[in-house]
């Protein structure tokens, strides 16, 4: 195997490979008339020509792969664009935002940003949606059942 490919390449400028519709040389490659003569003088006795015609697909084969790659990479992109809806939608309703949690917590006079049950609340916030739910509906109450729930809540997550 390796004596039948030592020294070739497909790398580099004037590179054929399978991908390819036409080869270089058919097109009038940048090569020379004169690498040309060189290049079939120094053929070797394992050098095989094959007909042009057999060797590549047809054109309509062609146009056929890549209509079928077309409609693959656009049946990816509606679904990838389906996903992307299906996912605002559940964020829509996933209940309040964290953003409107501390919304509420910003509000309450007995809780300010210096004091550890701030944070605590946050960390609470971002535990799941049942949890951002409860808290906005403890937004109606007064502040100590708030506050009484924040510490319950924490000591059940393990935060105090």
Known sequence: MRA??????????GAWGP???IC????GSST???????NQQDKSPMDVSVDSDSARPSSSKNSEKRNEKQRKRSKGLEEENEIQAIL???????????EECNQVLDEMAS???????????????CENA????????????????????LKLTAKKLGLM
Do not use: C
Not at 24 to 27: F, K, P, R, S
Not at 88 to 98: C, E, H, M, V, Y
Not at 112 to 123: E, G, L, Q, T
């Open 4 to 13: 039948l490919f030592e020294g070739i390449s497909a790398t580099g400028k």
């Open 19 to 21: 991908s390819r519709e």
């Open 24 to 27: 270089l040389d058919e097109i």
């Open 32 to 38: 020379n008339q004169q690498d040309k003569s060189t």
């Open 88 to 98: 605002k939608a559940l964020a829509r309703t996933d209940g309040p935002s964290i």
């Open 111 to 125: 809780i300010d940003m210096h004091d550890p049950m701030y944070s605590i609340a946050s960390v609470i916030f």
């Open 130 to 149: 049942s949890i951002r739910k409860q808290w906005m509906n403890f937004a109606k109450k007064p502040e100590e059942v708030r506050i009484t729930w």
